[in-house]
């Protein structure tokens, strides 16, 4: 990895537990439907166009960084490309979100998928990230990989979209549970080798999202059917040396079991006070978030009240001895959002943390 960038960027080093002159702060979706400049080139490509060409999905990253003093970058794609060369047809339908066309039914359906090398089915976006970095590195700012977790990517890939009760994706994991093993290895192998790629195109830190482990499941569901192969992936980055983000959304009643999976920094959603989030985590590993995205919606007295909540929290853990805050929002920023308060909140927190 680049060294100046891993000495001076307080993004990177908050990862690492270092001190910095103020919090840095980058937002989940930051790239994305409340800005304008996106809305521009959406109007002109589909989402999987946008995606499948470096120089769109490229300048896409581009725009909230230009826009914005934000602290880290992070990869315009989404996490579901990856399950396209594992044989579903993907698309991203108006107004729908993301369908499946031919979601999972059976143990044999699991049996005749793919595990496509991350240069054969997400070249686009390997090629986007050299095109970011080459543009950010000199300007000091980091590029943040991503992927979906195994659960979360199972779960469209067996509903064939979103779902509010998982109940297709249950139902495979309870009535076969060898198919439910097998879906989820592969799931491992294609994330774990996409995600090194993506450092070796340049991303300097990673992202897992697990966004609806907690939505779903259980405790005992999440330790048998989940925990594992978050911990087989986890453990498959260890040696990349740059820093591995986990995030999870709605976990809060099993928060020690999602960060026994591994991760170097620990995502935090909106749900529970930051402090005692993290306070479950463990203080000595860097937190990020948690900033409920609905705050952008509201005035900013209100909003900064919100902020403000966060960052004291932040700071009442980091005089107890704890590691440093990414400042960061519970889940995606909402295509509602006014930039305004986007502007906003980056240049407050810079700010008021500023030591
Ligand atoms: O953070 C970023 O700016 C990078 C880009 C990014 C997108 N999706 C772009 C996107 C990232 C990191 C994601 C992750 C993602 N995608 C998750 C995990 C994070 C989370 O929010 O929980 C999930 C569950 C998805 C799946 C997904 N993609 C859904 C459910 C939808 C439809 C709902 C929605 O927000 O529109 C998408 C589409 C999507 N992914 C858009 C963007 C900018 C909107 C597409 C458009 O209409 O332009």
């Given amino acids: 990895m680049n060294e100046t960038l891993q000495q001076t960027s307080p993004f990177l080093r908050a990862c690492r537990g270092l001190t910095t002159d ?6 989940m979706r930051q790239a994305g439907r409340y800005m304008p400049e996106y809305r521009a080139i959406r109007a002109q490509h589909s989402m999987l166009e946008v995606i499948g ?14 826009a914005f003093g934000l602290d880290a970058a992070i990869i315009f794609s989404d996490i579901l490309p990856p399950l396209i ?3 579903f047809h993907l698309e991203f339908a108006k107004g729908e979100g993301p369908v499946i066309y031919n979601p999972i039914t059976s143990p044999a359906d699991v049996a005749v998928l793919r595990t496509p090398s991350a240069a054969e089915n997400m070249g686009a976006t390997l090629a986007a990230i050299r095109l970011v970095t080459a543009e950010l590195t000199p300007r000091n700012i980091p590029l943040i990989g991503f992927a979906g977790a195994p659960f979360t990517l199972a779960s469209y890939a067996v509903e064939g979209g979103g779902s509010k009760t998982y109940s297709k994706t249950k139902a495979l994991m309870y009535t076969a549970p060898e198919a439910w093993d097998q879906l989820m290895r592969k799931l491992v192998i294609v994330q774990a080798e996409y995600l090194r790629q993506q450092v070796v195109a340049g991303a300097t830190a990673l992202q897992l999202f697990d966004s609806w482990a907690g939505l779903a499941l259980g405790v005992q ?3 048998r059917y989940v925990q594992p192969y978050n911990t087989m992936l986890f453990a498959e980055l260890a040696d990349l040396g740059v820093p591995v983000i986990n995030f999870s959304g709605g976990t809060a009643v099993y928060f020690p079991e999602v960060v026994a999976c591994g991760g170097d920094v620990i995502g935090i959603d909106w749900r529970l006070p930051l402090d005692v989030a993290w306070e479950m985590a463990g203080i000595d590993k860097p937190a990020q978030g948690n900033l409920d995205p609905v705050a952008l919606l509201t005035e900013w007295p209100t909003l900064r009240e ?3 909540d966060v960052l004291v929290r932040a700071a009442k853990v980091r005089a107890a001895g704890g590691a440093p805050h990414i400042f960061n929002l519970g889940h995606g920023i909402l295509p509602n959002t006014p930039v305004d308060n986007v502007r906003r909140l980056v240049e407050y927190v810079h700010e008021a943390t500023a030591r």
């Fill in 22 to 27: 103020y919090t840095p702060i980058w937002l």
């Fill in 306 to 308: 919100r902020v403000d």
């Fill in 221 to 223: 569901d999440y330790v």
């Fill in 85 to 87: 060369g594992m044989g």
């Fill in 53 to 66: 060409t470096p120089e769109l999905a490229a300048e896409v990253t581009l725009q909230p960084i230009n």
